[in-house]
């Protein structure tokens, strides 16, 4: 571990200096798809079915009520209590930052919000590392065995191939290398909540699949050729690839790009792109609705919070 820590600290200004040169790079190459697909995108938009969009909204919303039943779960497994309405306050308030520089800002402020809450380091890092390395495996896993099908390069197929494996591995081994590395002796992180808190983020991924769906069948001009399965699973795939490309925050850029190469249309790649890129209005109209909501009710009922 001694021997890691120089390279880490090596890494990590290395890190920072490709998200601050990707970040305006990828942003310059969406503004740019958009001017070039501005009338297509000026006739998609107009004919956009409002119903199928608010469903998309309404669907990415639902996800935030989520995400504190998995925060909830896991630290339960660690024997730590924190009731359903503070950990989804302190998920909906920071919602905000998701939109920092960065890209962690989210994560980070949750983090000294746990801490507040009285849980110590240790176990705020366990459940920020479960988190993200559940989050990266289940879309990779579960995306990458509904795309394998659509690659025909056989080097492709056996990267995704490797990637589900690994996935899997991680899913499964993680609860072991947290009990024996990370958190104290006496405490152990418990299977069964650990695997019911991956069981809710796989409702979590099915849940957004279905967002993205309905975003694109908003859209009478854009016909998918492929099920829906089809289409959630590479959306999930994309977004785990973009989540795991660490120079890309949110993976801006990564996601679509992926997206366009393994769903074809009957549009071109600019326009479809730019499109796809769209599909972040609807996350940041359902973050700051989520946000809004959430600061009227706890200020009218700050009880709850107790």
């Known amino acids: 571990m001694t021997h890691l820590k120089p390279f880490l600290n090596t890494l990590k200004p290395v ?5 601050l040169l990707f970040t305006p790079l990828a942003i310059a190459f969406l503004c740019f798809f958009f001017w070039q697909s501005r009338v297509e995108l000026s006739i998609t ?7 199928w969009l608010t469903s998309s ?5 639902l996800l935030h009520f989520i995400s504190p039943l998995f925060t909830i779960i896991v630290f339960s497994g660690c ?15 920071r919602l905000p930052a ?29 459940y920020l590392l479960i988190e993200n390395l559940i989050i990266a495996a289940i879309t990779l896993a579960i995306g990458g065995s509904l795309v394998i099908s659509l690659l025909n390069d056989s080097l492709w197929v056996s990267i995704v191939a490797m990637l589900i494996f690994g996935s899997l591995c991680v899913i499964l081994l993680l609860p072991l290398l947290i009990n024996k590395h990370i958190l104290p002796i006496q405490v152990t992180l418990l299977k069964l909540p650990y695997f019911s808190g991956v069981f809710c983020l796989l409702i979590y991924w099915i849940i957004a699949a279905g967002a993205f769906i309905c975003f694109l069948q908003a859209f009478p001009a854009i016909n998918l050729i492929g099920s829906y399965l089809i289409t959630g699973g590479v959306y999930i795939f994309s977004w785990g690839i973009g989540f795991i490309t660490i120079f890309a925050p949110q993976g801006i850029g990564i996601s679509e790009f992926i997206t366009e190469k393994l769903l074809k249309t009957n549009i071109s790649s600019s326009h479809f792109i730019a499109l796809l890129a769209s599909f972040r209005v609807i996350v940041l109209i359902a973050d700051l609705t989520t946000y809004g909501l959430s600061k009227i009710l706890f200020h009218k009922n700050s009880r709850l919070l107790n």
């Open 15 to 19: 890190v920072h200096f490709t998200k």
């Open 98 to 126: 998701k939109y920092l520089p960065g890209g962690i800002w989210h994560t980070v402020a949750r983090a000294a919000d746990y801490h507040q809450h009285g849980f110590e380091p240790r176990y705020v890092g366990s």
């Open 79 to 93: 024997s730590l209590s924190l009731n359903y309405f503070k950990a989804f306050w302190i998920h909906s308030k």
């Open 45 to 51: 938009f107009q004919q956009a079915n409002l119903i």
């Open 57 to 61: 909204v309404a669907l990415w919303m």
